[in-house]
């Protein structure tokens, strides 16, 4: 289950805490390491730091988009450490680790699941300023660590630390079980980032050609959608029969214009 989980960081400046970030996953039994667009690596100071931890590194996959990063997931948590304009599912590391696991769960009990697809991300930002609202946008939930407030500043690997910490510890819990905890079933895979992202775009340009969104204008309407689908926890089912619903109503829409 730990092998289903996947670290993102995004735009590191310092490679030492790409190695540090490396170590802290090691010690927690997580493999899975993808950066987005860092600034220094492959780098020595990284190897160095990450203390035995390099196969980690050597596996670690760079990509130049968080969408890139969180395209075959299909559960992401963003780590945020302030609060933003719009008010976001935000949970506590331990419930984050929980709510992990448990989609975790459901997925590998499905009947025609032959080898674990369920595929999580926890998303770290920048050093300096952390992820940003359109990235934060990306996650369905966003979790906050309750670091003291008159000295709330957390270096990225020692978020990583916390946050890895929470992951094993509800793992080990998971594992003495004798039955699954999760009693809640659910009956169509989640969908994937990728599918979600493109549910979007399709979205998007449906309410522009029907007059509802213009994006010279836009009010923040794609990001209180993007907001409420991913409060929702869309699966492939359901994905599907949105973008029918779109494409019907662009044929109309199209139609109606044609007829004009």
Known sequence: MLQQIRIVLVNTTHPGNIGATARAMKNMGLAELVLVAPKHFPNEEANARSSRADDILERAIVVDTLEQALADCQLVVGTSARQRNMPWPLISPRQMAGQVFSDIAKANQ????????????????????????????????HVHIPTDEHFSSL???????????????????SSQQVAPAWQEDWDNPWASGEDVERFYQHLEQT???????????????MTRLRRLYQRTRLDQVEVNI???ILSTTQKAARGQKESN
Do not use: S
């Open 110 to 141: 499905a009947p025609d699941t032959q080898t674990p697809t369920m595929k999580a991300a926890v998303v770290f930002g920048r050093e300096d300023r952390g992820l940003t609202n359109e990235e934060l946008a990306l996650c369905h939930y």
């Open 207 to 221: 309410l522009i050609e029907i007059g509802f969104h213009d994006p010279n204008n836009p009010r923040l309407l």
């Open 242 to 244: 949105l973008r029918g």
């Open 155 to 173: 270096n990225v690997a020692a978020a990583v630390q916390v946050l890895a910490y929470e992951l094993r510890v509800a793992y080990l819990d």
